[in-house]
T-cell receptor
Framework: DSGVTQTPKHLITATGQRVTLRCSPR?????VYWYQQSLDQGLQFLIQ???????AKGNILERFSAQQFPDLHSELNLSSLELGDSALYFC?????????????FGPGTRLTVL | DQQVKQNSPSLSVQEGRISILNCDYT??????FLWYKKYPAEGPTFLIS?????DKNEDGRFTVFLNKSAKHLSLHIVPSQPGDSAVYFC?????????????FGKGTKLSVKP
């Protein structure tokens, strides 16, 4: 158990809908990262937050957004969903923003868009 | 453009023998490299890392070798055990540029047969 929790575990929804994925980092961790794992693309970095502020952006679509709240949990919002958004979404957390801090991953949320 | 490539999608090894997983990268700005292991229905877990100023790092049965001139790294597992059967992801990071996010390869599925 990494100490990172993600809810829900599974999500099934229809095209055009909007969903919110939630992540609680390990106690004491200030950085939260979101990654997407699709069948053909492997694990892709989406976005990073550090202590409530956006720190780095990767291949995140404009239809996707995220935020980190004062209690350090984070939410990833996916809107106008398309079939191709079906994937595993992982959240990871680390103590600080130093690159060498180990990132601990949650178990993921499996999103299926029908 | 894939910055981290794991060209072998799968590898099968006999228990007790050596497993060698390979990874190539193209981004010269990477200064830190990591290997993560992933079991089904779980998030990736950190295995071992290496700084670009080193060419080898060892942790028990796991050794990572880095060849900067060839932009190549490899993970050696000796001896391999059935519990090592998992998907292994190689990742690069540019922490000197304050980029904490990991750039992952697509993974290699290792099967260790008893």
């Amino acid at each position: 158990d990494s100490g990172v929790t993600q809810t829900p575990k599974h999500l099934i929804t229809a095209t055009g809908q909007r969903v919110t994925l939630r992540c609680s980092p390990r106690s004491g961790d200030l950085s939260v990262y979101w990654y997407q794992q699709s069948l053909d693309q492997g694990l892709q970095f989406l976005i990073q937050y550090y202590n409530g502020e956006e720190r780095a952006k990767g291949n995140i679509l404009e239809r996707f957004s995220a935020q980190q709240f004062p209690d350090l949990h984070s939410e990833l919002n996916l809107s106008s969903l398309e079939l191709g958004d079906s994937a595993l979404y992982f959240c990871a957390s680390s103590v600080d923003n130093r690159g060498t801090d180990t990132q601990y991953f949650g178990p993921g949320t499996r999103l299926t868009v029908l | 453009d894939q910055q981290v490539k794991q060209n072998s999608p799968s590898l099968s090894v006999q228990e007790g023998r050596i497993s060698i997983l390979n990874c190539d990268y193209t981004n010269s700005m990477f200064d830190y490299f990591l290997w993560y292991k992933k079991y089904p229905a779980e998030g990736p877990t950190f295995l071992i890392s290496i700084s670009s100023i080193k060419d080898k790092n060892e942790d028990g049965r796991f050794t990572v070798f880095l060849n900067k001139s060839a932009k190549h790294l490899s993970l050696h597992i000796v001896p391999s055990q059935p519990g090592d059967s998992a998907v292994y992801f190689c990742a690069g990071q540019n922490y000197g540029g304050s980029q904490g996010n990991l750039i992952f390869g697509k993974g290699t599925k290792l099967s260790v047969k008893p």
